[in-house]
């Protein structure tokens, strides 16, 4: 097997735990906050206010420090303050929310350099002809650690309290790190274990790379494919976020689910002999007024 098959599981494996650690507020956040509906709407602005400052910077900093160094430092970054999120209880006070705001802004700032610290990776480490199949490898870690957020944590969050999301997806980031630093390297030519024949490979299949010349910033922002590729990335984004809240929502509405029964690991059935809250708790006020208004 190639050593750059070995590459691309790694950075399938950063992926997961990239949306392990953006994910699990989704699940953790009814039980942190059962009386307020409103506050995820206002987490999910902090990673996001941290994702847009970083993403261009971070894509910047990629293509001048070795690209693998910077994608040890972010995962090491967001997945300490998922960690540390555990951390935010009820006995913070005030300070909590506030606290909560910065540390998932801390997560966003993160994540954003994590895509453009990739494509430098794969641009170097990825013959031509085989980087399309190797980002749709890569990029498939992004659904599979939605869907292990969305399965697991309930589970944990029932089991373990709504903490143990944060610590389990944090630590897992943090382990992926710790392997990525020992068999990472910047390109083939800097990797103790890449064959003198495979990194000929790679080297020869690798374009040239194009002049330096200006960006031409003008022809970019008329460009109707590039502008329905932007449309269409929004929309996606938008209805894929929007989605996992209205679902959660609706399974209560409608099912009469508690959220532990939402990941089929949980156990099923009521769950109102528990100490903790369940989403039919802090969503029946909603319920009631629409009943009202309908």
Request: proline share 6%; with cysteine; glycine share 8%.
């Amino acid at each position: 097997m190639p050593f750059r098959a070995l590459m691309i599981a790694m950075l399938f494996g950063c992926n997961i735990c990239l949306y392990c650690s953006r994910a699990v507020i989704t699940v953790a956040v009814v039980f942190m906050y059962p009386e307020d509906d409103q506050i995820e709407g206002k987490l999910l602005c902090a990673f996001y206010a941290g994702y847009s400052l970083t993403q261009v910077a971070g894509g910047w900093l990629a293509a001048r420090v070795p690209a693998n160094r910077v994608l040890v430092a972010i995962v090491v970054t967001w997945s300490a303050a998922t960690v540390a999120t555990a951390a935010a209880g009820p006995s913070l006070g005030a300070a909590r929310t506030p606290l909560l705001f910065a540390l998932r802004m801390i997560v966003g700032a993160a994540e954003g350099p994590n895509y453009p610290a990739q494509v430098e990776l794969q641009s170097r480490w990825i013959p031509y002809r085989e980087r399309a199949t190797a980002w749709a490898i890569a990029g498939a870690g992004e659904s599979i650690g939605t869907f292990l957020a969305l399965l697991v944590g309930p589970y944990l969050v029932h089991s373990f309290g709504w903490e143990s999301v944060f610590i389990a997806s944090g630590a897992i980031g943090l382990l992926w790190a710790a392997a990525f630093a020992f068999l990472g390297a910047r390109s083939p030519a800097a990797h103790r274990c890449v064959g003198g024949a495979e990194r000929a490979h790679i080297e020869a299949s690798r374009p040239p790379p194009p002049p330096r010349a200006a960006t031409p910033w003008r022809r970019i922002a008329t460009n109707v494919p590039f502008l329905a590729l932007i449309f269409t990335h929004c929309a996606f984004n938008w209805t894929g976020y929007a989605s996992r809240a209205i679902l959660r929502n609706s399974a209560q509405f409608s099912e009469g689910l508690s959220i532990t029964s939402t990941g089929t690991s949980s156990p099923h059935g009521s769950t109102s002999s528990s100490s903790r809250p369940t989403m039919s708790n802090t969503t029946s006020s909603a319920c009631s007024r629409c009943c009202r208004t309908s």
